[in-house]
């Protein structure tokens, strides 16, 4: 009710409807047009409408009060589809995600390492494609594309200050190449930001009122949700934790500042620390994704050098957490992304106490911390999520998953591409 | 329009419609039955007991467009006044603001010291009924008294973590004490957030769609302001900059953490560093301000051991005003609060250039750093808005300031108490 209602003025009724409608499950178009306040004949032409698209189908009929028996409408949950995609250097995450918000396929290919961008996107097109044909859904259903990627970005341009290794993406008009080769719109954000919505979305985050995914993958970000809406901040660049200075007179990085925590702590300095230390991180061309995950699976395997080196890493990374729960008021910290998929039990502990010991606000309530169960797929779940969710409820400033979408679906299994 | 028919669903008519008028400036009785979407009998109900009141009042006709003329209605600025507080060691500033948002009083009296809490209410109470007094305010005019001080709140307690200096103040039940002893409603809030709505509500900061109010007194805070919503957390106590780690293996701090901004580079840090070399502060019985104060002035005056010491605590307060912007994506940092109304020409410029080198969106926008022209009033300017925002609309989460409410009301002259 009260999305709906405080949407009115400013979403089409359109949009409208069709929010109340997936809200309620099933309703009458008698509930819709108190539900509204839009006049019957506005409901009659709209439902009419969505009924014609396929979005909405009747769903039998409610119970009589004594009059005419009043016909049920609910939404058609595999009537649109909306794909979302994780753009890493290390690997690109596709998923595909139903109107009612299950994930109904999933795919993981090599990433965009250091390949031209031009390239990458046509191969993204490809592997896009071949997803939807796969998963066996009508091309004409899929409603948009949301692309999530690291660095802060712009909504036209993307990347605008990429990370080194993916320098050539600085300035590259990702949204308007993939919208131009695929035609269907394109929506763009920062892979820590989608992961929040993935969390968020994925369920499971029930009882707190401002969070952090707390994002690892080769650099390291946050996305924050408060009461269910992102921070955005002034240009949707908020979050980047990763570039919190611990150190006045630390390392330069690549962010033109010094002493970043992402300098100090994040997967780079891992690796680097574990060569300096001659740890055995297999071949010299591995990526730093792939030496991070040998360092970290030989901490787990007990080995002290490796464990040593993560407890360092996991040190900055709890002063990093603190500062952000401090200067954001969290109640809760997930952490999330490829690199903590692999060593998040590892920092957690360090994370954890940390917090306990020095969240200022912990007169009045803790931080929780938690590894999510879903860290290597997030992002991309929230990139599908942001495009379902412009679908529902257009204009809004500010995401607002509605806890609706949250659900498991229609019960279809989900199709893992190999 | 918009916050009006946002609140319709939410709030009172009886606010709403208040809304409605103090939006329009002057409002017939016809055009708010459209711009609220109320009955005209409800519409006519209301205003009549908000003319009975006092609060509206007829305000000639409109222009006639055939029919019957319609009288017009506006808000009677000094219908009601609001009394802000800012409660702090060093000094309790006072300010009595109309409803139409002027400030018409303002009173600047001696801190809570470390005297008993009780003793110090019983004192304030004395202090605000004197202001209202020689100010020539009719008592029963007064909606309610905001009080704001530093350190972590509950909304029914106060300060749960009280600054070492504020110490008995810990679970002082502040609200309720002076709630008891006055009969108007009381609201607490935290000086930093309330210099953040201080700031936006003197006017001044029209460009801005996230900005942070950096506040240094014998602390450091801040408060940030989002498309001129107040950003809360989940718990009201965010934006606590003070207590960001900028060095791991930094001194203690009385927060439970160690390597604080506040701890390294606050006023406390300032004086000491100035005494350990020797500096002239005067009596040894003078408070941590007005140290700060002397040391500021050696500083101003040309000293180099002064400057070096603000210096240093300033490049301090860069990384946590760069961490602060790259967290919550600002465009504005305002440097406010009495030590920066001393000493903000020395930190300004190396805040300054700390953003401008390091801001990680700076390729997306600049964040622009200025000095507050009411740096020593904005916390108590802000806490007498917050008590008008909640007469006028009372049901938002998160406070917005309407940009109307930042008039400079009706030119009466503001008095300011010896």
């Known amino acids: 009710m009260s999305s709906t209602s405080l949407g009115m003025a400013h979403t089409s009724s359109r949009s409208a409807i069709l929010d109340v409608i997936r809200a309620a499950g099933t309703i009458s178009r008698v509930e819709l047009t108190h539900a509204t306040g839009l006049t019957g004949a506005t409901i009659s032409t709209v439902v009419r409408r969505l009924m014609n698209e396929g979005l909405v189908v009747e769903a039998g009929q409610a119970e009589s009060t004594g009059g005419k028996p009043r016909r049920l409408l609910r939404l058609d949950p595999n009537a649109r589809y909306a794909v979302g995609?994780?753009?890493?250097?290390?690997?690109?995450?596709?998923?595909?995600?139903?109107?009612?918000?299950?994930?109904?396929?999933?795919?993981?290919?090599?990433?965009?390492?250091?390949?031209?961008?031009?390239?990458?996107?046509?191969?993204?097109?490809?592997?896009?494609?071949?997803?939807?044909?796969?998963?066996?859904?009508?091309?004409?259903?899929?409603?948009?594309?949301?692309?999530?990627?690291?660095?802060?970005?712009?909504a036209s341009v993307g990347m605008v200050l990429a990370p080194p290794i993916m320098q050539r993406w600085a300035d590259y008009p990702l949204g308007d190449a993939l919208e131009d080769a695929v035609g269907v719109p394109v929506l763009l954000d920062n892979d820590a930001t989608a992961a929040a919505i993935g969390e968020y979305w994925a369920g499971g985050i029930e009882t707190t009122s401002a969070f952090a995914a707390l994002y690892m993958g080769t650099g390291i970000g946050a996305g924050v949700l408060v009461n269910g809406t992102v921070y955005r901040g002034s240009s949707s660049n908020a979050g980047e934790v990763g570039h919190i200075c611990v150190d006045v007179d630390g390392p330069e990085c690549w962010c033109g500042s010094q002493g970043c925590v992402e300098a100090l702590a994040g997967p780079a300095a891992v690796v680097a620390a574990a060569q300096a230390q001659g740890l055995d991180l297999g071949q010299p061309d591995r990526t730093i994704a792939e030496q991070f995950a040998a360092v970290a699976r030989a901490a787990l395997r007990g080995e002290p050098a490796a464990q040593e080196i993560l407890q360092r890493s996991a040190r900055f990374i709890g002063v990093a957490a603190q500062t952000l729960a401090n200067v954001m008021d969290l109640d809760l910290v997930v952490l999330t992304g490829p690199s903590f998929a692999?060593?998040?039990?590892?920092?957690?502990?360090t994370v954890e106490d940390q917090l306990g010991r020095s969240f200022f606000a912990r007169g009045s309530h803790p931080v929780r911390v938690t590894i999510s169960s879903n860290a290597s797929e997030a992002a991309a779940v929230g990139a599908a999520a942001l495009v379902l969710q412009s679908e529902l409820a257009p204009r809004q400033s500010g995401l607002r998953i509605p806890a609706e979408l949250m659900a498991e679906g229609d019960g279809k299994p989900v199709q893992t591409l190999a």
Chains 1, 2 share one sequence.
């Open 85 to 154: 995609v994780h753009l890493d250097h290390a690997g690109i995450t596709y998923v595909l995600a139903n109107l009612g918000g299950a994930i109904v396929g999933r795919w993981r290919k090599s990433g965009a390492g250091s390949d031209d961008p031009q390239e990458v996107v046509t191969r993204m097109v490809g592997e896009i494609d071949a997803m939807i044909t796969r998963v066996g859904v009508d091309h004409a259903r899929v409603l948009g594309i949301g692309v999530v990627s690291p660095g802060p970005i712009t």
């Open 342 to 349: 692999l060593a998040g039990s590892i920092y957690l502990p």
